[in-house]
């Protein structure tokens, strides 16, 4: 079989971000605040986003990148006319809710919020830039949170519906690809920066959890339905942050770990693309008297409306141990880890594996069968520029080659359904794990820094033409 190079017709080449690590401009035209704005860098940062720690407002002492981020909101038409110049076929973004609703319960959306997004859409289709469209990307607003307690709250579905029907009812014709929450298993692991989820001294932090899991699972079900109500065009898809366990050994039961740190991101996917809680997670809440909420409507609902797509993160596979006495864990990483010794990582200890992201393609594929997405993949790395600004990121390049490659393989050797692929952080932006600016991952470098200093200038590094000769050539200029 003599090996294609390019990738299937139309398939979506492109970048992604995300409304708070770039946006900026959290106070004006009305936009109200929002957990995602009150996660400030430093050792405070990961207490904070769990849940562990409360912060609902700015506090003295403190830096909070999110407040300015690289400021696309004034710099949008400028960064949308260079992902043009890249080629891009769609630039996946999100929607900061507060723009839309600023405290979440009100009944009129604010106008100056959908004017934005409804011209930030046209100036993508002027250089044929389909939007795919993140509803919420980790944020919720804060009086949501304060209110009614985030997630937690059976409210929240109302809240979530209707920002959904105002965003498909507005954006009807300039959006047709939409993902109903962002790495929707995060819950699990940041439960305040993915779900407005703060705990109680002494309350059942994983029934808290999986309540609010289901609440949004429902939710991403009405949103299902809701948006092939109003266009029978529109896509919607689940999200999930991807990425294989390994066994540590060949041990069964470290073969079983993995399976069980599998499933615990599976369990959400499960729904969202079969319609069903899976058994193992009705044997798990047995066992740990985890009584949820729900009714027979919410199943209902859940079994009639499963996603069009299953889009996925992916930076790294991971390893799990069975083992208790094994716990030598990777650093800077949300999701545990042990230690690849076949793998080189990243400056922040992610471990790079391409051949991994392979592995996820078809472990997702054949579980679900359905169209897949890659919405989010990249090398998070420190970029020096040279003395006339420029940067020469061949790591980065190394990086997604490598990357592209191994979806290639997934979809020409394995036969997997693959939609798009859109690289995390195509612009640099403020990390959503530890709140830095210098762990870069663009194909157009940003003059800021982790404390807020810099132009905000943008220029094109290496990989910006690298990216643009890989679109244009639809990925046969990889070999
Ligand atoms: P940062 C952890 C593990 C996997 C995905 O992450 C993650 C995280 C959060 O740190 O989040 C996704 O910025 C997320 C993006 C985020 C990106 O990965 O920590 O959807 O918002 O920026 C990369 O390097």
């Not at 795919?132 to 209110?147: G, K, Y």
Request: glycine fraction near 8%; aromatic fraction near 14%.
């Amino acid at each position: 079989m003599t090996e294609k190079l390019t990738f299937p017709d139309g398939f979506l080449w492109g970048g992604a971000t995300a409304a708070n690590q770039c946006e900026g401009a959290y106070n004006l035209e009305g936009r109200g605040l929002a957990n995602v704005d009150v996660v400030p860098i430093g050792p405070d940062r990961e207490a904070i986003i769990t849940g562990q720690k409360k912060m609902f407002s700015f506090e003295e002492g403190y830096f909070y990148p999110a407040k300015q981020a690289i400021d696309m909101y004034h710099h949008y038409k400028e960064d949308i006319a260079l992902f043009a110049e890249m080629g891009f076929k769609t630039y996946r973004l999100s929607i900061a809710w507060t723009r839309i609703f600023p405290k979440g319960d009100e009944t009129v959306p604010n106008e100056a919020g959908l004017a934005f997004y409804e011209d930030l859409f046209k100036e993508c289709h002027k250089y044929g830039i389909q939007p795919l469209v993140t509803i919420t990307h980790f944020d919720c607003p804060m009086h949501l949170i304060t209110e009614y307690g985030g997630w937690r709250n059976r409210r929240m579905l109302d809240f979530y519906e209707k920002l959904c029907r105002t965003l498909f009812t507005r954006y009807k014709g300039l959006v047709k690809y939409w993902l109903t929450f962002n790495e929707i298993n995060m819950i699990l692991h940041a439960p305040f920066m993915g779900a407005g989820l703060c705990f109680e001294e002494g309350e059942n932090q994983e029934l808290v959890k999986y309540q609010a899991a289901h609440y949004e699972l429902v939710a991403s079900a009405l949103a299902t339905k809701i948006a092939h109500e109003i266009d029978p065009e529109n896509k919607v898809g689940c999200m999930l942050a991807a990425g294989q366990y390994y066994p540590n050994t060949a041990h069964p039961r470290d073969y079983w770990a993995a399976m069980e740190e599998d499933r615990k991101s599976y369990f959400f996917i499960d729904v969202q693309a079969r319609g069903e809680y899976p058994n193992y997670a009705k044997k798990q809440w047995e066992r740990e008297r985890i009584e949820i909420q729900m009714t027979a409507e919410d199943l209902e609902l859940l079994k009639d409306n499963t996603v069009d797509f299953v889009s996925f993160s992916y930076y790294a596979s991971l390893v799990a141990s069975g083992d208790p006495e094994v716990k030598e864990l990777t650093a800077g990483n949300i999701f545990a880890s042990l230690k690849n010794p076949y793998l080189e990582s990243s400056e922040w200890g992610w471990q790079i594996d391409p051949l991994g992201l392979r592995i996820t393609l078809n472990a997702i594929w054949d579980r679900y069968q359905k169209p897949m997405f890659i919405v989010e993949n990249g090398l998070g790395a420190m970029d020096t520029p040279d003395e006339n600004g420029h940067v020469a990121d061949d790591y980065r390049i190394a990086y997604l080659e490598a990357h592209i490659k191994a979806m290639r393989d997934a979809i020409y050797q394995d036969g997997v359904d693959l939609l798009g692929y859109t690289t995390w952080g195509c612009i640099d932006l403020v990390s959503a794990g530890t709140g830095e600016m210098n762990k870069r991952y663009g194909f157009i470098y940003v003059d800021r820094d982790n404390a807020g200093h810099g132009s905000l200038k943008r220029s094109k590094k290496k990989s910006f033409y690298w990216y643009k000769d890989v679109i244009a050539s639809n990925g046969a200029s990889i070999e």
